[in-house]
């Protein structure tokens, strides 16, 4: 019974040197909006629940901080890092958006990721006020060679599954879109589902 009773000093005592990275600041009391739960952040679909939670619970200020506490905590997910420049240049797209988006692209460096996300930054040269594609005709060069990019993307990634259930087929049609000035009548790759 003594060798128990000595041990447990050893014990606290070793609680105590955690690890600073491992001790997370709470917001001072009665800021907090999300209740707090386990979850799995290994998935798109993980990600996708995450989001919903968080936009059912808070605002999109809400969601974009979340992830820039995820960032702090997991600085070099790239699923993070994704997640959270889609959902600021998604929810903040003439703010942070775009540079947070840019910074992502630039650390995520080649691959599916940085290469969507630099579609979604280029395509918003071509989105009107209201968040449809529109091309001027002074623009279509621009447009084609986008839509190019596209189906590049499109074919270098065939089982691709991006934020919000989002495949495949939602950037080619996003390309689609691009190629006929923003007329094909379906915008369900526009601003009507972003998040």
């Known amino acids: 019974?003594?060798?128990i009773v000595a041990?447990?000093?050893?014990l606290a005592l070793a609680a105590c040197t955690r690890d600073q990275r491992d001790v997370i600041p709470l917001p001072e009391a009665g800021t907090t909006w999300v209740e707090l739960?386990?979850?799995?952040?290994?998935?798109?679909?993980?990600?996708?629940?995450?989001?919903?939670?968080l936009m059912r619970k808070g605002t999109p200020a809400d969601v974009i901080k979340a992830y820039d506490d995820?960032?702090?905590?997991a600085p070099d997910d790239r699923a993070v890092r994704f997640r959270g420049a889609f959902a600021a240049l998604v929810l903040d797209p003439v703010g942070r958006g775009p540079r947070v988006a840019a910074d992502a692209i630039r650390r995520l460096g080649p691959?599916?990721?940085?290469?969507?996300?630099?579609?979604r930054v280029d395509r918003r040269a071509f989105l009107d006020e209201d968040g449809r594609v529109a091309v001027p005709p002074g623009k279509r060069d621009a447009a084609a060679a986008l839509a190019a990019r596209i189906a590049a993307f499109v074919a270098a990634n065939p089982?691709?599954?991006?934020?919000?259930?989002?495949?495949?087929?939602?950037?080619?049609?996003?390309g689609r879109e691009l190629e006929s000035?923003?007329?094909?009548?379906?915008?369900?790759?526009?601003?009507?589902r972003e998040l």
């Open 37 to 53: 739960a386990p979850m799995n952040l290994r998935t798109p679909d993980d990600f996708d629940r995450l989001d919903q939670v």
């Open 181 to 192: 000035g923003g007329n094909t009548g379906n915008h369900a790759s526009g601003s009507n």
């Open 7 to 10: 041990f447990l000093p050893v």
């Open 111 to 119: 691959g599916p990721e940085a290469d969507y996300l630099s579609i």
């Open 70 to 73: 995820l960032a702090a905590v």
């Open 1 to 3: 019974m003594k060798e």
């Open 159 to 174: 089982g691709w599954k991006g934020p919000m259930g989002r495949t495949v087929e939602d950037v080619r049609e996003m």
